[in-house]
């Protein structure tokens, strides 16, 4: 038997016993195996492992109640501004840490201070500006949540029309 002979005679069976799938909804590389192996039709349909789920319509998602969605307005605008009040803390200390070290790091990277080698003056400059960049970066993630949280807590009010309390 062919292969497109088998695959009709699958489609046949399966109907027979009241699938509401074809051949077509079974993976490609599944039936051309069986059918390499041999797999009689009768023993295809029988075993009953096609790798497909019959699909069942799922309704729309039900919508959160008003309680829900004033709760979770006003959470997440409350977390919105923690994280960019935390971002804008973030900033302000690291530009105090790079406006602190300003002396110590040209001291260093002028050689005024002979005691130090010169790799030790490289790598106190590398390791205040990446104690900046570090915090620069922290600044910017917490803010940009804090973006997120704020406009995703203004899609749910618009959404929701929920007032401004």
Known sequence: MNYQDWLNAIDKLLQERGAKFTCTLIEEE???TAHQQGVSPDDFVGREKHLIQESTPVGPLVPISMAQAKFLVRILGLVGVILILLGLVYFVFGAYKLIVSYD????????????YAETYRKDVLWFTYSLFVDDMLKAVGAAGLGFISKATAGILRATYQVPRT
Request: proline fraction near 0%; charged fraction near 20%; hydrophobic fraction near 40%.
């Open 30 to 32: 599944l039936l051309r």
């Open 104 to 115: 110590d790091v040209t001291t260093f990277a002028s050689g005024a201070n002979d005691g």
